[in-house]
């Protein structure tokens, strides 16, 4: 019997054999063009940068190495890799010519040539991927599995399995429960010795007998059986529940958290310097003159309004907003509503362009907020919001931001009910639980189109 990673090595042995030929096309069509090599015209020059560019890729592949014939892979995913793989390729290329010719390309020529291998590159991946999905919808590079017991995650696992793409053939199911289709669990142990299976998904929502249950895994362990452990997740199914070690132990951390990594979390801040810097030193004392002009002829009163809000690990702190309404009473604990009386032409501006909310780079300098982040509530609303929605609190595992996930999807402005807020809440944590780099960029540029555009809840 062989594992299903045996049974896939000769994919992923033709898939890095394409991946290799697709990226000479490549330098084949940007050298059609006249956009590589990156020096000279000579058979010298060719060969040397040929062979220079298959290094580079083969340590660019080291790191980032190709993922679409995993099962579970999304197209997502698949074009993330390659844009990874073609950066990281371009920038090791760069830098060997450096080093060989003595020269550096130039930025537009190398970005030509990585536009040229993304899309190649990319074109390939995800065509390899819909003939992984037919290869395995025919039966072919399958992988037989049992699952045991029941549970609403165990469901979810049978649902994606039961789809036919990712190759798994479901070859019986054992649980104390008479169910209908359920073999019963003492038919288990003579089935995984009998060799009918490759992988074994156990839910651990039942209680199983220690001894039936060790005896479980030495069968399997015998016949080179995986096994899986399916938890049941407290709060919902679309949880992304992960292992963590907890010393000689392992738990399940209810949210999967990327910026608890400290490179994560130094990468974040390093971002938000490298822009909140040059924003706040060189663009906004211009903002600054601009605003406070207007403001003082429109709206007597300060230039800047500060309030509390709840910010990372649930603790308070001044946030920093250019005053968009009139001075009034309500203005800590009563949203902006439409065509609201305290907000005057000039604010409504201020509003509508996002403009108000500039100054609150000065509180990215201080570390108190991130360029990207869940949006900082007011006081009042953490308590009232708090008591209503379960995992409300949940948004304050990262700093708050200038703008959000929930943000670039329609959620912002006025919450007029509480299922209002609980969506905004789904939308901060699944931002939270799937944070990186390429997710905070995307949504820096979504923000600025929808600023460009105009967003009709900005009020």
């Not at 649930?314 to 009386?341: E, H, I």
Request: glycine content about 6%.
């Amino acid at each position: 019997m062989r594992s299903a990673a045996n049974k896939s090595l000769w994919i992923l042995s033709f898939i890095s054999i394409t991946d290799w030929v697709v990226l000479n096309v490549s330098l084949g069509i940007s050298a059609f063009f006249g956009w590589w090599p990156m020096e000279g015209i000579t058979d010298y020059g060719i060969i040397d940068d040929l062979l220079l560019a298959n290094v580079a890729y083969l340590i660019a592949r080291f790191y980032l190495p190709i993922t679409l014939h995993h099962r579970m892979v999304t197209p997502a995913t698949v074009m993330k890799n390659a844009f990874k793989t073609t950066l990281l390729y371009i920038l090791v290329y760069d830098a060997l010519l450096g080093m060989t010719h003595a020269f550096v390309p130039g930025f537009f020529r190398s970005l030509t040539v990585f536009a040229i291998t993304f899309i190649c590159l990319s074109a390939e991946r995800v065509f390899l991927r819909k003939i992984m999905h037919y290869i395995r919808r025919s039966g072919r590079d399958s992988s037989r599995a049992i699952l045991v017991g029941s549970g609403v995650m165990m469901d979810a696992v049978k649902t994606e399995m039961s789809d036919g793409w990712n190759g798994y053939e479901i070859v019986g199911e054992y649980g104390k429960e008479n169910k209908e289709g359920m073999l019963p669990l003492d038919q288990l142990i003579p089935a995984i010795q009998n060799r009918q299976t490759d992988e074994l998904f156990i839910s651990m929502v039942e209680k199983y007998d220690e001894k039936w249950l060790r005896q479980l895994l030495i069968a399997c362990e015998q016949q080179v059986v995986r096994v899986y452990y399916v938890p049941e997740s407290y709060s919902s199914k679309e949880r992304n529940t992960i292992p963590m070690e907890f010393g000689n132990a392992y738990v399940l951390a209810q949210y999967n958290e990327p910026l608890m990594n400290v490179v994560n979390r130094i990468k974040k801040r390093v971002f938000d310097m490298v822009i909140t810097i040059p924003f706040l030193c060189l663009l906004f004392p211009f903002i600054y003159l601009i605003v406070a002009l207007v403001t003082k002829i429109t709206m007597p009163g300060p230039v800047f309004f500060k309030q509390k809000r709840t910010g990372y690990d649930g603790k308070d702190f001044w946030v920093y907003k250019f005053r968009s309404m009139k001075m009034n009473a309500d203005a800590d604990s009563l949203q902006a509503t439409k065509d609201d009386p305290r907000v005057p032409l000039w604010g409504k501006i201020l509003r509508h362009t996002n403009i108000d909310e500039l100054p609150q780079f000065i509180n990215v300098l201080k570390g108190e907020m991130s360029i990207v982040g869940p949006r900082p509530h007011m006081l009042a609303h953490t308590e009232y919001y708090s008591a209503r929605i379960g995992d409300y609190m949940v948004r304050h595992y990262v700093k708050p931001g200038i703008t959000g996930w929930a943000q670039t999807h329609g959620l912002r402005g006025e919450t007029k009910t509480v299922d209002d807020m609980a969506r905004r809440v789904e939308m901060d944590i699944w931002y939270i639980e799937h944070w990186s780099m390429w997710l905070d960029v995307s949504i820096i540029l979504k923000t600025v189109r929808d600023v460009l555009k105009g967003d009709e809840n900005a009020y």
